[in-house]
């Protein structure tokens, strides 16, 4: 089955051209193609632009054991609808993931439920040393340097160290130091105002972990990636990536601050959590400037009911898979970044980190992950739109311009103007971690 995509603005790896893209099957098979060339359906997307589809690397889907939250039908529809074609799943589900076993029985899930592509990280612990060096189908290996639940909090050092020089998979941690945030909350025992939770989980807290972490990567000559970073001050630590070292932003840490706790409230609660304004803008600085390689969501639902319980007993998250695209995309339209760039940090990026096979680029013999959008489109968030199971979003009101309308997934079409086809699936993705990751790729 042969599909032209055609009057596109495409988004290359190097350029935005006007011109065509075969897909065959479910590969890119062609760009700009002779005119005489034989094709089943043709899409006229005159006005519109064509990106590759998001990969988002941070994702939290609660399937298995928090599905009253999420799962992976409605998450990987949630994605299809914000133009997100592949995911990583974070392990601390219920079970965690931290054992080859549970990651093959997650994979197995996905393959019946999801619309999209997929992958899952295992998880690290004091004791699954061994599951870590076996580990394979995974992007990586995932720490909570700083508070987590169940087992998956690593903070002694010595275990730290043996995971950083006897395994080779990729590493990537949550990094908010431990001690810190005890002592913080300590020290405002009994408070009920959200506006702590940053005051407790401060730039400290961030800071201790986060250097704690790419000293590690450096003795140990370990690839590592920092998940949302959330302070100007972690960026400088990441100039020196040595080879090494990347690291991203999430659209939460970029776009609130912590002056949104009054009118947000638990709704902005998260780990780490927002910080000041001048902290949103040195982030964007280091996307800018390449310090921070990476934008995905970390993408955490918890039902409005549990949100809204008085702090501390609200858990920490937000929902945003499917609004991230347009987020970004109405940055562009407000002239913060380009699409390119977006691009880049969205769906290339991600790719390179993580070395996945085939994805992140429009580019003959990539896989024909694409997504469609409009970007003089005008479109308010709302709660009752929600595709993602918990039904709200912290978005909610605001007015974006620049929205994903058609999503395909191996060049299958999965989401059209508010339409999906839930017969499809999506596939496991493929990794081949000798490409040594970002700073090897070109």
């Known amino acids: 089955m042969r599909l032209l ?3 596109a603005q495409v988004v290359l790896p190097d350029v935005i051209e006007r011109v065509s893209v075969v897909i065959d099957g479910a590969q890119i098979a062609d760009i700009d193609p002779a ?5 089943h359906d043709v899409v006229d997307a005159t006005g519109l632009h064509l990106m590759p589809g998001v990969i988002d690397d941070q994702v939290h889907f609660r399937e298995p054991g928090l599905t009253h939250k999420e799962d992976l039908a409605t998450a990987s529809r949630a994605c299809a609808k914000g133009g997100v074609t592949t995911f990583l799943e974070m392990p601390n589900t219920v079970p965690a993931t931290i054992t080859q076993a549970r990651l093959e029985e997650k994979l197995a899930l996905a393959a019946s439920k999801s619309l999209v592509n997929y992958g899952f990280y295992i998880g690290a612990t004091p004791d699954n040393l061994d599951e870590l060096r076996h580990a ?3 992007p990586g290996i995932k720490i909570f340097i700083g508070s987590s639940t169940g087992d998956l909090l690593v903070d002694e050092q010595e275990a730290l160290e043996r995971i950083f020089a006897e395994t080779t998979l990729p590493i990537t941690a949550h990094c908010e130091d431990e001690t810190t945030v005890r002592a913080n909350a300590a020290q405002l025992a009994g408070t009920n105002d959200v506006a702590d939770h940053s005051r407790i989980r401060d730039h400290k807290a961030a800071l201790i972990a986060t250097r704690r972490a790419i000293d590690l990567a450096h003795r140990h000559r370990h690839r590592f990636h920092v998940l949302h970073v959330s302070t100007g001050a972690e960026t400088e630590l990441l100039a020196d990536h040595r080879g090494l070292i990347t690291g991203e932003a999430c659209p939460h840490h970029l776009l609130f601050n912590t002056d949104d706790y009054a009118r947000l409230g638990t709704l902005v609660q998260m780990n780490p959590s927002i910080k000041t304004a001048a902290d949103s803008e040195q982030l964007w600085q280091a996307l800018l400037d390449g310090r921070l390689q990476v934008v995905a969501t970390d993408h955490a639902p918890h ?4 949100k809204r319980k008085p702090y501390p007993a609200s858990p920490s998250g937000v929902p945003a898979v499917e609004n991230s695209l347009a987020l970004m995309l109405n940055e562009v339209h407000n002239g913060r970044c380009t699409l390119q760039q977006v691009a880049h940090w969205m769906c ?3 790719a390179r980190v993580w070395d996945i096979v085939g994805k992140g680029r429009i580019a003959v013999g990539y896989d024909a992950d694409l997504v469609l959008v409009d970007l003089e489109r005008t479109a308010e968030v709302l709660n009752e739109n929600q595709i993602t199971k918990c039904g709200w979003s912290p978005w909610h009101g605001m007015r974006l311009t620049g929205w994903p309308v058609r999503t395909w997934v191996m060049g299958h079409e999965v989401f059209r103007d508010g339409q999906f086809h839930d017969d499809i699936r999506g596939r496991e993705v ?5 490409r040594g990751g970002y700073w090897a790729t070109s």
């Open 5 to 7: 995509i055609k009057n």
């Open 35 to 39: 005119s005489q060339l034989s094709v």
């Open 136 to 138: 394979h189908r995974t």
């Open 303 to 306: 039902t409005l009911e549990e």
């Open 348 to 350: 290339d990026a991600p």
């Open 430 to 434: 493929r990794f081949d971690h000798a």
